[in-house]
């Protein structure tokens, strides 16, 4: 299976990218096209003893997205990109999926003009996990799509509980919908408008509305959203993990000497919660939706955030969810208004 990686998105590019793809190729046994500055590429290879690693190849293309250029435009514009180039070697065949930590509004951009959407999805939704008391919760839309209409979260939704099902394993996946308040009388017009269509679905496991605080409970297993909402709770939710680790050592630091001895006792413990807490081991978050495989990584990933993305790459693929999502949405009905 091979996956194309765009290795010149995110702040550590190329350097952390190349690492993450050797990495991933010698511990998952698949195959990954670096896509990028040949040059450079070639370069980093060399320097990490894997200029004959087999399973690498590099896919020259000579433009890169910044953080800072126009999505859409970019993307029309410049067509040797590299996350152009990636997500084209994906619609040609050459590549089962695309991982990027590149610009997200390049990548969705990419994604749309490239691989098009699922018939009947009308809005592609970034589906991330997040870790919860139980385990893991999906949270979509995290930013793909900042304006939903209540049919958008109804999509949504059917996407959300077919990746929780098919590749982590969630059986009958709770879905909710986030809200200020549990009584189906609470929320915007948004959400008022989007209960009682969420609640007619015959495919998910609709629970209701659902609150913020319910999402680390793990009370729930998908959460649907809007994007600016949903990216609003994740860069929430990573900067309370950050300062929580943070105080615990800070406290630590602060004790007297028996505390920090005792502290020994239950570093263990704390280095399995970092390691929960750790967006870098969840990889990336598919882009569901469009017709193909697309992870989204964290523009800060390093090499280990890379080797993950690729395994969910992998994983997505496998599970075949596209063609679960476009089985589920033709079985409820659901047809794009393709006039908006």
Known sequence: MRIAVDAMGGDY????IVMGAIEAVREYNCEVVLVGDETQLIEALNKH???????LSVQHAAEVIGMHEHPGAAVRKKKDA?????TRLVKEGHCRAVVSAGSTGAAVAAAMFGLGRIKGIERPAIATPIPNLNGTTVLLDSGANVD?????????AIMGSLYAEYVLGIKKPRVGLLNIGEEDTKGNEQALAAYPLLKELHTIQFIGNVEGRDIPKGTVDVVVCDGFTGNVVLKFGEG?????MQLIKDAIYRSGLLAKIASLLVLPALKGLKKKMDYAEYGGAPLLGVDGGFIICHGSSKAKAIKNAIRVANEFTEKRVVDHIREKIAEEGIAANEGE
Not at 82 to 86: E, F, L, N, T
């Open 13 to 16: 590019a190329p350097e952390e």
């Open 49 to 55: 003893g894997a200029a004959s690693e087999t399973r």
């Open 82 to 86: 590299s996350v152009v180039v990636a």
């Open 148 to 156: 939903a209409k209540p049919r958008h979260l109804v999509q949504g």
């Open 240 to 244: 309370l993990a950050s300062v929580i």
